[in-house]
């Protein structure tokens, strides 16, 4: 189901938190909200969830104007962040729940209650733990039975707010695989809320960066980071070295844009190397400049780090750069 916002504003007293959002979501696609802390992506899916009543502007569902329908007619499944099963109930329970408490007609037997929460269960792979409590669960695949209960009432709509948040490094990477995976097979129209450019470039057909309460940027994850529009975007989706500035423009490199030579090249700027830090394939080169020029991180290959030592004379020259207008940083 395809979701609009049309020229959404909304305020929290004096803070903007919304300005003047416009976005389309095509029917089946996952699109990653990517932006700083406070750059109101909690509210745009709260927004869309109808737990968050806009100032200004509509809200489409397929096409249906459901700016004033409650959140219990969207048709919409919710996971946050902080896994909220209900501890005293099974994973069984736990996903069974929302279709157990359907009234009337729309309440299916028990019999197609079990055979669906069970298809759910293998689907995010806890089959085999139907019987545990959240308690006997790890964090990742608690998040796994919450998703697997935000799916069991078929939402036309899935919210993830920063779904993997509280999760470590490796587990985020696995359930970001498993996500993806999971989307592929179902094609449910997903909204999914990060902070981190690397989940969404991995894992979202389009990406939406925010900054301040409005839409910075959006494209394909190719499209944001290749062609970042603006220098917050091209800081915000990876490290940023300020090569050359000036009252007008500022010019910025990625630490592995930058090509280090021990002679003299065209075009290539002396530094010298203050610091190698080298942890696993890549090594991080700290170089600094004459003068009062911004200090550069350049990120080799480790295998080449070794033609390099601290507090040798090097020469630096950018490979790819981008040059943006001051005012727009
Ligand atoms: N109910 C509220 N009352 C007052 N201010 C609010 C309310 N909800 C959100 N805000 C403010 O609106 C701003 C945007 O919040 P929002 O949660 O949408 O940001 P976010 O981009 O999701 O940030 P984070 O990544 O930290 O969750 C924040 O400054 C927040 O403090």
Redo the contacts with the bound molecule.
């Keep these: 189901m395809s979701i609009d916002v049309t020229q959404i504003g909304k305020q929290?007293?004096t803070?903007t938190?919304l300005s003047d959002v416009t976005l389309h979501v095509p029917d089946g696609q996952l699109v990653a909200l990517l932006?700083?802390?406070?750059?109101?992506?909690?509210?745009?899916l709260r927004v869309i969830a109808g737990l968050e009543t806009p100032d200004t502007g509509r809200v489409h569902l397929a096409g249906q104007d459901v700016t004033h329908a409650g959140p219990g007619e969207r048709g919409i499944g919710f996971v946050f962040q902080h896994y909220a099963l209900f501890k005293h109930m099974t994973v069984f329970e736990n996903v069974a729940f929302g279709l157990k408490v359907k009234r009337g007609a729309a309440r299916p037997t028990a019999a197609t209650i079990r055979e669906k929460v069970m298809r759910l269960l293998s689907l995010v792979q806890l089959d085999w733990a139907a019987a545990r409590y959240p308690s006997q669960l790890s964090g990742g695949q608690r998040q796994r039975v919450a998703l697997a209960r935000a799916l069991a009432v078929e939402p036309r709509v899935l919210l993830l707010d920063?779904p993997f948040g509280a999760l470590d490094a490796a587990v985020r990477q696995e359930l970001r695989d498993w996500l993806r995976q999971l989307h592929n097979e179902l094609h449910v129209t997903s909204v999914f809320?990060t902070?981190d450019q690397e989940e969404a470039l991995e894992i979202a057909d389009r990406i939406v960066v925010?900054n301040a309460?409005r839409i910075e940027q959006e494209g394909t994850p190719g499209d944001v980071y290749h062609h970042p529009a603006s220098a917050f975007t091209y800081r915000f989706l990876g490290r940023a070295n300020v090569w050359q500035t000036d009252a007008r423009e500022q010019t910025l490199v990625r630490p592995h844009d930058l090509h280090l030579s021990p002679e003299p090249a065209p075009g290539a700027v002396p530094a010298q190397i203050v610091r190698v830090h080298q942890v696993g394939p890549t090594a991080r080169l700290e170089l600094s400049r004459a003068g009062d020029l911004p200090s550069l991180e350049a990120h080799l290959p480790a295998r080449d780090v070794q033609a390099f030592q601290v507090g040798q004379q090097v020469y630096v020259s950018p490979t790819a750069q981008q040059t943006y207008s001051v005012t727009s940083s």
């Design positions: 929290f007293g803070f938190a932006g700083p802390s406070g750059s109101g992506k909690t509210t745009l920063e809320v902070h925010f309460g």
